[in-house]
Every structure is written in C-alpha cells, then in structure tokens.
C-alpha cells in the first residue's frame, strides 16, 4: 500500500489556474491506477479524474473536463492535477487515492487533503 501527501492547493481568483501534487511513498507506486477526488463544503466527497498505471489512459467528470489535466511521473512517485480555468464552484478539499479504474472508485486510504479556494 502507498502512503499520499497532497499539496498545492491555494487561494485563487476565478479563471485562474494551480497545480496540485500528489506525492507518494513505497516502491509500488507504478503499479497503482490513481485518482483525485474533491469535497467541498456540505457535500460528500466526489471523482474528479483518474490515470491508470501506466499513464496511458485519463478519465474526468464531466464538471472539469477540458479545464484539468491530469499527469503522473512514476521515476518520482508523483502524481499532478493541473487546473485552469477555476470556476468557484471547484472550491473543496482535493484528495488523491488510487483507483479501480474501471469503476473510478477509491480504494486506499485518504490523506489530509489539501484546501483549493476559488474567489469570484
């Protein structure tokens, strides 16, 4: 199992952009499709994007598809979730976890986030 630490998360006027990170530790980390996830506040906890293992394959929600971008680098145990485009209503705490991806589904456990603000 990999351990996550999130950051990047920031204060940020709409329309602008942050890249969030999600490092990992354990030598596994390659071998794990991995997804980010958002909670904002009153709302339960949702899918954002996924990656499968090798990079290969992406998947969005329908509310950010064509403004974020999701990337891994496996030789540094990272994951990113590129944003543009902030809209307010993509203000919540994004967490990453790994994923079956054929379902979008977490399937490890949750780190502490890490806080994205969007102001109008």
């Known amino acids: 199992q990999v351990q996550l630490v999130e950051s990047g998360g920031g204060l940020v006027q709409a329309g602008g952009s942050l890249r969030l990170s999600c490092a990992a530790s354990g030598r596994t980390f390659s071998a794990y499709s991995m997804g980010w996830f958002r909670q904002a506040p009153g709302k339960e906890r949702e899918f954002v994007a996924a990656i499968r293992w090798s990079g290969g394959n992406t998947y969005y929600s329908d509310s950010v598809k064509g403004r974020f971008r999701i990337s891994r680098d496996n030789a540094k145990n990272t994951m990113y979730l590129q944003m543009n485009n902030l809209k307010p209503e993509d203000t919540a705490v994004y967490y990453c976890?790994?994923?079956?991806?054929?379902?979008?589904?977490?399937?490890?456990?949750w780190g502490q986030g890490t806080q994205v603000t969007v102001s109008s």
């Open positions: 976890n790994t994923v079956v991806f054929a379902t979008m589904t977490p399937s490890g456990s």
